[in-house]
C-alpha cells in the first residue's frame, strides 16, 4: 500500500455518497497529497474513475480486496 | 480547469422515488465541478419543504417491487387500500436506509452546501397557496424566463 496522507472510509455508504465524501474531504487537502478510499459500493470502481477524469484529480491505485474497495486519489 | 460546465434541472415530481434523481444528480455534478441549477415546478415544490413528508405510492406504479413477493400475488386493487401508501413509504425508508443510500434531506443538504443554486416557480407558489415560510431559505423565486437565462448557456439539461 502506498502512502497516503489522508483516509476516508465510504464503507456502506450508497451512490453518490462516497464520491461527495471525496469531494469535501479533497477541498481540505492540499495539491499533490493523497487521498485513501474505502468502499463497499461496487458501483464506486467506475464512478472514482469517472470523477478522477473529470476533475483531474490522478486515480493511482483501484483495487478490490475481501469485498472492500480501496482508492487512492492524488489531488490535483 | 476551462469554462465550467453548466447543468439545468427541472424537477416537477413530489414523491420520495422521484426526489431522488434531482437531487443525486445535482450533488454529482456540482462534486465534478459543474454550476448547477435545479428548478422546482408543480408537484416538484414538495421537494424544497424544511419538513419533507414525501411518500411512495405502489398505486399505478407496476414497476415497483413489493415485499414477499406481494406484487406477484396482489391484484392491483390491493394497492389502493388505505394505509398502503405509508406502509410501502415505510419500508423504502428502511430498505434505503438498510442499503448506505442517502435520505433526500441530506442529498438537498449537499447540495446547498455545493452551492446548488435551487429555483422555486412562482407561479406553482401563487397558483398552490404555498406558504414560502415552509421551504428552506437560500432558494430563489423564478418563472420559465429566469429558468432559460441557464438552461440556455447548459451543457446539460433534464426534466425529471
Not at chain 1, 471525496?22 to 495539491?31: E, H, R
Not at chain 2, 442529498?107 to 416557480?121: N, T
Amino acid at each position: 500500500m502506498a502512502n497516503f496522507d489522508t483516509e476516508l472510509d465510504a464503507s456502506g455508504l450508497n451512490c453518490p455518497l462516497p464520491i461527495l465524501r471525496a469531494k469535501k474531504t479533497l477541498a481540505s487537502m492540499s495539491s499533490g497529497q493523497v487521498l485513501h478510499i474505502i468502499a463497499t459500493d461496487p458501483g464506486s470502481v467506475k464512478d472514482f474513475e469517472a470523477f478522477a477524469k473529470q476533475t483531474g484529480n490522478a486515480l493511482m491505485e483501484s483495487k478490490e480486496e475481501g469485498g472492500k474497495f480501496y482508492f487512492l486519489l492524488k489531488k490535483n | 480547469m476551462s469554462e465550467q460546465k453548466k447543468l439545468a434541472i427541472i424537477a416537477t415530481k413530489g414523491t420520495l422515488d422521484w426526489a431522488y434523481p434531482p437531487f443525486i444528480l445535482a450533488s454529482t455534478a456540482a462534486a465534478l465541478g459543474y454550476q448547477v441549477q435545479v428548478f422546482f415546478t408543480f408537484y416538484g415544490l414538495q421537494l424544497l419543504r424544511k419538513n419533507l413528508n414525501l411518500k411512495v405510492s405502489p398505486l399505478g406504479n407496476p414497476g415497483m417491487p413489493m415485499p414477499m413477493g406481494m406484487d406477484k400475488w396482489f391484484p392491483v386493487i390491493g394497492t389502493a387500500i388505505p394505509g398502503m401508501e405509508s406502509i410501502m413509504t415505510m419500508m423504502m425508508k428502511k430498505k434505503m436506509k438498510d442499503k448506505g443510500v442517502a435520505s433526500v434531506d441530506e442529498l438537498r443538504d449537499l447540495c446547498a452546501e455545493a452551492e446548488v443554486k435551487m429555483i422555486a416557480c412562482q407561479m406553482t407558489v401563487d397558483l398552490f397557496d404555498m406558504n414560502p415560510a415552509e421551504f428552506i431559505d437560500g432558494i430563489e423565486y423564478g418563472g420559465a424566463a429566469t429558468f432559460f437565462e441557464f438552461a440556455g448557456e447548459s451543457d446539460i439539461t433534464l426534466y425529471i
